[in-house]
């Protein structure tokens, strides 16, 4: 998530990064109340739907900002790039696998486990990704990671058109595809399969990580800059909407229009993304110094936060009951919200005293 400029900053990039992370802490905090009730007509439960909704974009922006920002980078040597990227990515995924798997055994279920034991469970839970829910990220972007000494160089020769191509291949198998299968499977109990369509490399989230890297260094017509953005702000106010109604056929939470993939997900994230790229230098312009010195910083600590915001959040935020009001709801959350980015904000700048910490924690970011 840190950017790969040393002394140049980009405004926009680091404002998405920012964003990000504080809609994948609304995506943790709301999860709870969403997945407690089938109940979907309560103030509490549309309240967590909505903000639920809106911060699905944050997912995506990271791939897409991650594919613009490395895929830039000119990889000489394997080696030197395994050392430098990958890493530094390995070390905070054993360590906060372990520090999160130790709290959960010891603290939350309140294991007897001996330490044999623990390491050969926890061993497996390492390699089997499940320690805890949100450090798939990681286990994700190493594994983009890997392809990147390739990747780099492929985009560097194809032509504007030639990236297109494989956009719109991805965007057919990965979201259009997925789209159709998902609705009939909601309609017929069966999943459609065109197996013409089943095409590895044209699916998953490197079609982001390309896609954030054609948005940065390629500018949209104003045809499809306006049809992104309406098709953006669509997506922000049908989310809520498609997802109570199909949550009521289902029974049961559907998260269907929640997914990475889903249409309106993949809108909203490509229209902040553009329009942030817009307003680079609008933006620029109008912030001061000590305002671009903090928007810095809080980019910067991204990654970190994201590592330990869920353990701050086991600590000091507020469980939001089912039977509360909107405005009770809505208190409450935006308390959770700031109160666990910003706690987690200082907790990171505080470790990153320590140079050794920092590189344990996070990989030597910060």
Request: proline share 2%.
């Amino acid at each position: 998530m840190n950017s790969i400029f040393q002394n140049k900053r980009i405004v926009y990039v680091d404002i998405l990064r920012i964003l990000s992370i504080a809609a994948v802490i609304i995506l943790h905090i709301t999860a709870d109340l969403l997945t407690r009730t089938n109940d979907f007509n309560t103030g509490s439960w549309w309240i967590s739907n909505l903000f639920n909704s809106v911060s699905r974009f944050a997912v995506p922006v990271f791939f897409m900002i991650s594919g613009a920002m490395i895929l830039r980078v000119e990889v000489k040597s394997y080696k030197d790039f395994y050392l430098k990227r990958v890493v530094p990515l390995l070390i905070p995924l054993f360590t906060w696998s372990l520090i999160y798997d130790l709290y959960s055994q010891y603290y939350i279920l309140k294991s007897n486990m001996g330490v044999g034991e623990f390491i050969l469970d926890f061993g497996y839970r390492l390699l089997t990704d499940r320690n805890y829910v949100h450090l798939w990220f990681l286990y994700a972007i190493i594994a983009i990671y890997a392809t990147v000494p390739l990747i780099s160089k492929l985009v560097k020769v194809c032509s504007q058109k030639d990236i297109r191509y494989y956009l719109l291949l991805w965007f057919i198998v990965s979201v259009v595809y997925r789209f159709v299968s998902d609705v009939v499977f909601r309609l017929t109990d069966q999943y459609i399969n065109i197996p013409i369509l089943n095409i590895p490399f044209f699916t998953g989230f490197l079609g982001y990580f390309v896609l954030g890297y054609y948005l940065f260094n390629f500018d949209l017509s104003d045809k499809w800059k306006n049809i992104v953005y309406n098709l953006g702000i669509v997506s922000f106010f049908l989310t809520p909407v498609a997802t109570y109604f199909a949550s009521l056929h289902s029974g049961v939470l559907d998260e269907m229009f929640y997914g990475n993939y889903s249409v309106t997900t993949f809108f909203m994230a490509v229209g902040m993304f553009v329009f942030f790229k817009e307003k680079e230098t609008s933006i620029s312009e109008k912030t001061n110094h000590k305002v671009k010195k903090m928007i810095s910083s809080l980019s910067k600590a991204s990654f970190s936060i994201y590592l330990i915001h869920l353990l701050v959040d086991l600590l000091v935020s507020r469980r939001v009951e089912v039977e509360a009001t909107m405005l009770q709801t809505s208190t409450s959350l935006i308390f959770n919200i700031f109160a666990i980015f910003s706690i987690s904000y200082v907790t990171v700048k505080v470790l990153n005293l320590n140079k050794f910490i920092t590189q344990i924690l996070f990989g030597g970011r910060g």
